[in-house]
């Protein structure tokens, strides 16, 4: 990530194709971040693909769960015996 203060930020359009290159630019101002920039819906795409990996581990964790057999056994006298 580069930072620049907020007046290079008004005066560097150079910023902008760093931008469009994947690159996050953080704008300070007396030495505090003020606004961050980047590639214009990027958070949404990585918002996506993380829902979509979710989506995928669920998917699999119900089929797992399908072939798993407690051989007669209640899972809820399972779960009960541990309380004793």
Request: charged share 40%.
């Amino acid at each position: 990530m580069i930072t620049v203060n907020a007046q290079e930020a008004g005066i560097d359009f150079s910023l902008l194709e760093k931008v469009r290159k994947g690159e996050e630019v953080l704008i300070t101002q007396q030495g505090k971040a003020v606004a961050r920039l980047t590639l214009a819906g990027r958070e949404e795409r990585e918002l996506k693909a993380k829902q979509a990996r979710f989506d995928k581990t669920m998917r699999e964790l119900r089929a797992f769960r399908k072939t798993v057999k407690l051989g007669g056994l209640n899972w809820k006298d399972l779960r009960d015996e541990g309380r004793r």
